[in-house]
T-cell receptor
Framework: AQSVAQPEDQVNVAEGNPLTVKCTYS??????LFWYVQYPNRGLQFLLK??????LVKGSYGFEAEFNKSQTSFHLKKPSALVSDSALYFC??????????FGKGTTLSVSS | NAGVTQTPKFQVLKTGQSMTLQCAQD?????MYWYRQDPGMGLRLIYY???????DKGEVPNGYNVSRLNKREFSLRLESAAPSQTSVYFC?????????????FGQGTRLTVV
């Protein structure tokens, strides 16, 4: 069975500093990996995905993620955090023919 | 651009009452999903429909039923609501499973069972 782990409930970073939100996954075959963001009282918005190809994926709002097959990780990164990046971030995994499974989420707090 | 539309947005039920949450998408997606979101639990899959005419149980299906009415619509029914079903419910849709496209989400239904 596929699963996703986000080891940090909360990540705190100062504005202008780089940020990393961690994600590890477990699947039996090739993974399809996604990051979503949720702002308060809103639905989920897609940020980026890894399907195949280049291990570094670029997405919306300056975010990027690095796929590491040997470490089964897909960490979300941004070179310079903004206060407006503060939100709840979800990592998700899917295999072909299956449903999208989410991690428990990581709250990102960016201070000014 | 409607995307995924859920109704209602808010609902309060008494224990034992029934209700149906409606979801419709206009993106011609084959796959549709129902999730519930609880604090500290992330999004947990209730039911999944890979295509019209098929449904599969997810992680937390007990107390729920679903109907994939047609390609556009996927409803979630609570036959006898319990306080443990107090949650925020999200419907989502995506391209056919084999295409591995991202899922698009509705705005959610906040359900309180008293």
């Amino acid at each position: 069975a596929q699963s996703v782990a986000q080891p940090e409930d909360q990540v705190n970073v100062a504005e202008g500093n780089p940020l990393t939100v961690k994600c590890t996954y477990s699947v039996s075959g090739n993974p399809y990996l996604f990051w979503y963001v949720q702002y308060p009282n809103r639905g989920l918005q897609f940020l980026l995905k890894y399907i195949t190809g280049d291990n570094l994926v670029k997405g919306s709002y300056g975010f990027e993620a690095e796929f590491n097959k040997s470490q089964t990780s897909f960490h979300l990164k941004k070179p310079s955090a903004l206060v407006s990046d503060s939100a709840l971030y979800f990592c998700a995994v899917r295999q072909a023919g299956t449903a999208l499974i989410f991690g428990k989420g990581t709250t990102l707090s960016v201070s000014s | 651009n409607a995307g995924v539309t859920q109704t209602p947005k808010f609902q309060v039920l008494k224990t034992g009452q029934s209700m149906t949450l409606q979801c419709a998408q206009d993106m011609n997606h084959n796959s549709m999903y129902w999730y519930r979101q609880d604090p500290g639990m992330g999004l947990r899959l209730i039911y999944y429909s890979a295509s019209e005419g098929t449904t599969d149980k997810g992680e937390v299906p007990n107390g729920y039923n679903v109907s994939r009415l047609n390609k556009r619509e996927f409803s979630l029914r609570l036959e006898s609501a319990a306080p443990s079903q107090t949650s925020v419910y999200f419907c989502a849709s995506s391209g056919w499973a084999g295409m591995n496209t991202e899922a698009f989400f509705g705005q959610g239904t906040r359900l309180t069972v008293v």
